[in-house]
């Protein structure tokens, strides 16, 4: 290929990133990635990087797995597309929904599929209000969501998220969709207990609906553990007394499980770890092990006879994509053949949880947090919750992020938070390379937090 510079100017002549800035981008040219195996990328330049975040939270089960690329193979050799509009449909959709509704929790039983967990979410937004519809409750509309959350990028997804500096953007969200505090206690100021601040956090749903009048409320929509917004790990008391709430005033429960699912968190899914009973799930990332775009909704036995009663006029050209299907089912195969989940319940998850919260010794570490294989580092000035840099919010988790790239580490940051999310399939070798770059990442910036 050409090299690197001129692979970086026509980049940034040409493709526009998500959430960079051009200038940025013809300021120091992005980092040209070329091939990956395991848990290591390497760039244009020959390093070798361990990815932390496992490209965005999805390759579950790491690069380069022959068999997937086999599978996409045969399967476009077979049925490259077809569509499952109507009353069509092939097998790799078929044997996918099957087995992605043996492994769900209770009874979430259909899947209705999309090409990622953006427009999964479009899709719930449009479910959970048909199903009010049909039930003869058309005033159930209202959407509740939380500040700082995520659900994806399309103008439906994007409102259901709370990140203020995406909803400036667009004029979002769209009406009758609100927001609820998220359950971060490190950042609220850790004033209360956390199982008290959880309970507090629970309870301003049951505010809102009482607020909206809960013949106003069709569903709550949250992930089992907030990932783009910090990798913030609920109290524990948060999640019993938010499905306490949904059962209570009768509002539909929707777990985005885009990150938690498929063993992130140390269960198949996240509801099972929070010890909840969504009545729709939201899938995409590790359900293909990010090999192929594809994501869907996963809804139980009720709302699916609900929505099946009528003609629910919603699809998107690539629902159940064939060679996305097939990929998914193979990646879901050798999950577990390789007991992937089990892997990260005994094997690297504790050993990652132990490194990981021993870097709570770092002086630059304030709370550390760890569920399954997702954590996160918040950096401080005095290891004190709340207490905020001098520099602007970011600006540290920015350098940090900058100095573990140097050290060819793979981490993101939330303004000052540093995140990890690793293949679920590290080794424990590979864990204290992780962690050996991560505390040299932490010194360097140490030193120019100081300066
Ligand atoms: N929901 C959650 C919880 C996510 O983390 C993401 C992506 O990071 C999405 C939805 C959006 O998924 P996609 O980028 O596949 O559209």
Redesign the pocket.
């Known amino acids: 290929h050409l090299p690197t510079a001129e692979l970086q100017a026509l980049d940034a002549a040409h493709h526009m990133h998500p959430f960079t800035t051009g200038a940025d981008l013809a300021a120091k040219g992005a980092r040209v990635i070329t091939r990956a195996k395991g848990v290591y990328l390497t760039d244009s330049e020959g390093h070798e990087i361990l990815d932390g975040m496992a490209g965005?939270?999805c390759v579950n089960i790491g690069y380069g797995r022959e068999e997937l690329a086999e599978v996409a193979a045969r399967q476009i050799r077979e049925l490259p597309y077809y569509n499952t509009f109507f009353q069509t449909t092939h097998v790799p959709a078929i044997a996918l929904a099957a087995k992605i509704a043996e492994l769900a929790p209770g009874d979430l039983n259909h899947v209705f599929f999309a090409?990622?967990?953006?427009?999964?979410?479009d899709t719930n937004i449009r479910m959970v209000r048909t199903y009010w519809d049909v039930k003869g409750k058309p005033g159930k509309k209202i959407i509740i969501g939380r500040k700082n959350?995520?659900?994806?990028?399309?103008v439906g997804?994007t409102s259901l998220?709370g990140m203020s500096a995406m909803h400036a953007q667009g004029g979002l969200p769209i009406p009758d969709i609100h927001h609820i505090n998220e359950p971060n206690w490190w950042a609220a100021g850790g004033e209360t207990s956390p199982e008290d601040f959880g309970l507090a956090c629970a309870q301003e749903l049951e505010q809102a609906i009482l607020e909206f009048g809960e013949d106003r409320v069709a569903a709550f929509i949250a992930?089992p553990v907030?990932?783009?917004g910090g990798v913030i790990i609920p109290p524990e008391t948060y999640w019993p007394e938010i499905q306490r709430i949904c059962d209570k005033y009768e509002i539909l429960l929707i777990a985005?499980?885009?990150?938690?699912g498929f063993g992130r968190t140390g269960n198949w899914f996240g509801s099972q770890t929070m010890g909840i009973r969504p009545d729709i799930m939201?899938i995409?990332?590790g359900l293909s092990s990010g090999y192929q775009?594809i994501?869907g909704s996963v809804v139980s036995d009720e709302v699916a006879a609900v929505l099946d009663s009528v003609e629910f006029n919603h699809g998107y050209t690539y629902s159940g994509h064939p060679v996305a299907a097939a990929v998914a089912l193979e990646n879901l195969r050798i999950m577990e053949e390789e007991g992937v989940v089990e892997h990260v319940q005994t094997v690297a998850g504790p050993y990652l949880a132990e490194k990981w919260h021993a870097l709570a010794d770092h002086p630059l570490v304030g709370e550390t947090k760890l569920i399954g294989m997702m954590g996160s580092l918040a950096l401080s000035p005095n290891k004190e919750p709340h207490a905020t840099f001098a520099a602007e919010a970011g600006t540290i988790g920015y350098i940090c992020r900058e100095r573990c790239f140097a050290n060819n580490l793979v981490m993101r940051h939330v303004g000052d938070r540093m995140i990890i999310s690793p293949p679920l399939v590290i080794a424990p070798e590979e864990i204290d390379i992780l962690i050996e770059r991560a505390r040299k990442a932490l010194d360097e910036t140490y030193a120019r937090a100081k300066d």
């Open positions: 965005l939270w090409s990622g967990g953006s427009d999964a979410n959350g995520y659900h994806g990028s399309t997804a998220g992930e907030q990932g783009a985005d499980e885009v990150i938690c939201t995409a990332k775009p994501g």
